[in-house]
């Protein structure tokens, strides 16, 4: 008998779109120390007491005007790609999120009970790019759920997978799709932005990421390896050259900033007015950080985004669907879960 199964783990979402329940994943998500890096009292009276007191209520109507009836979009798209993994997978295959349901912990428990004897579980996150407040912090929480309640399991995990060759194939022919019609459309890259100090802080070096000239594009594989900047440059061209495309065909920039320190740019609404005025027409958004449609996606993109770019004289606007139920985004799971040579031991 088979003692191994896969966890999926995918960023998270309220329950629904009640304030209460709004606010409850905010205060989780808000609180994480890899989401927001500054001392825990720092942190608290942000969160705690400003934060929490305005911005439920705000995210709750954003949250309704994408929600499904079958419930919030990311959970609903996670559970049909669990469905399609497990059905070409002989290992159990499970679901979790990093916030809210189902935890981490329902997650390995959901494994255990469809595999008893389960001894190694192998945790797949679904972020093509390694950064803090996404694989850091769902490895970190895997950590310490194993630790307090499976310390019998042993955990295996992949740590990014942005440029493999088979996650850069099927994100490009979905990005293809996206661009096909008769009129020509400028590429616009939204990649979730991250502060820059999270950059820096995940440079093992500590003196190559933001300090080098042009350093995402600079040789220096052990900063690279954790720097989310250059990894979603580096996905960004990677798919540029298989789609064939020309300088001026695409733009990369950086949504959903939080606070006012420095963070990853040019911001992605800024840039979308700056393409309406320059006279960009018709423009497709692919949003390559998020391997499902949500609330960033949906909202953020699909509608402000839209509404950003007609108001300041686009016309057509596309918003290019995240590679969610893709049989090649499926086929690319498998792939990378029977790579051992990706695997790495928690």
């Known amino acids: 008998m088979n003692n191994k199964a896969i966890l999926l783990v995918n960023l998270g979402s309220p329950d629904t779109t009640n304030v209460p329940d709004v606010k409850r994943y905010l205060g989780e998500f808000l609180m994480d120390k890899y989401v927001i890096d500054v001392p825990f009292l720092i942190r608290f009276l942000l969160v705690k007491g400003i ?48 916030y809210a349901n189902p935890s981490i912990k329902a997650g390995i428990e959901e494994l255990l009970e469809k595999q008893p004897q389960c001894k190694e579980i192998f945790v797949f996150p679904l972020y093509p790019h390694y950064a803090m407040a996404t694989t850091l912090t769902v490895l970190e929480k895997t950590r310490e759920v194993v630790k307090k309640y499976f310390p019998q399991l042993k955990i295996k995990y992949i740590e990014s997978y942005y440029d493999h060759p088979s996650y850069i194939d099927a994100l490009a022919n979905s990005i293809k799709k996206g661009l096909a019609g008769k009129k020509k459309k400028h590429l616009l890259f939204s990649f979730h932005g991250v502060p820059e100090r999270h950059v820096r802080k995940t440079d093992p070096t500590k003196k190559h990421c933001m300090k080098v000239n042009n350093c995402c594009y600079s040789d220096c594989k052990e900063a690279h390896r954790y720097c989310y900047s250059h990894q979603v440059h580096r996905t960004a061209r990677l798919v540029v050259e298989k789609l064939k495309l020309k300088e001026e ?12 320190d420095p963070w990853l740019s040019p911001a992605t609404d800024a840039t979308i007015e700056r393409l309406a005025k320059e006279g960009i027409k018709d423009l497709a958004v692919a949003c390559p950080a998020f391997v499902s449609d949500c609330l960033e996606t ?49």
């Open 298 to 346: 949906l909202e953020e993109i699909g509608e402000e985004g839209e509404e950003i770019f007609h108001e300041h004289g686009g016309k057509n606007y596309t918003l290019i669907p995240c590679l969610n139920e893709d049989p090649a985004w499926v086929n690319t799971i498998h792939e990378l879960i029977a790579d051992k040579k990706l695997h790495l031991t928690l």
């Open 249 to 260: 065909d695409f733009t990369i920039a950086f949504q959903s900033r939080l606070g006012n």
């Open 51 to 98: 934060i929490l007191n305005f911005r439920p209520k705000k995210s709750a109507e954003a949250y309704a005007s994408i929600w499904w009836d079958e419930g919030s979009p990311l959970i609903v798209l996670s559970k049909r790609l669990q469905k399609l993994v497990q059905k070409d997978s002989k290992l159990p295959v499970g679901l979790a999120m990093r």
